[in-house]
């Protein structure tokens, strides 16, 4: 399978479609425009096959309508906690959403961002939506604080080996905040040092991995050592969802200033 980001919302959301495909078919991951799909599918000779919904803000299933007028036997997966009229196939945790003969994917209920948020992933890759992100994390749009710290725990459950796709690119301004979270943290300069941003282009792989995210990203790493003994200062107190609060709410501050 390869997998490909499609720019979409360029300049106000920065998000990436994730198109999943081999030869013949595909499958499209939070399609918020639907131009740039028709134009790739076309381009390539695919059949569009399904579409995975990670959560129903606009910048995620705007396209959904136009992609069904395109390919009308696609079949439209989604949150089950969603009501959004186009989801045919409500999906929670543990479900599986069978690709192909070959390849499927798992469905994690991933709450915070969104009440409805869910993550799919299965040996290879994880689309994560809006509850991490390169470096970052999404807002607190809907769910809770406590939903949110679980959801990401939950997350760094799994293998380091994943491909990590999520649904924007705030890679720079998320590793600027990581920075000022985590100043002595190696690992994360070698990140700033090695990054080399070329959105919108059309993206070929992972972003990074679930590894990197582990070691780099500060949504991630809210209970270790240095930065929590910062949380803690800043008015955390010892649970993972004060910590993760916390830290949630000095990134808010920082995209205000910046
Ligand atoms: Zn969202």
Known sequence: MNIVGLPALVGTYDNYIWVIH?????????PGESEQIIEFLNNNQLVLKAILITHQHFDHVDGVEALKEHCPNCTVYGPEKSNHPTIQVKCKENDSVQLNERFSLKVLDTPGHTKDHIAYYNDEALFCGDTLFTAGCGRILGGSVEEFSSSILKLRQLPDTLGFYCAHEYTNTNLAFAKLAE???IQLQQRIDKTDIHYPAIHQGPQSTLGEEKLTNPFLRFDTPALKAELIKRGASNSASSLFAELRSWKDQFDKSH
Request: glycine content about 0%.
């Open 183 to 185: 100043p002595e943290n």
């Open 22 to 30: 081999n030869e013949k078919e595909a499958w499209v991951v939070d």
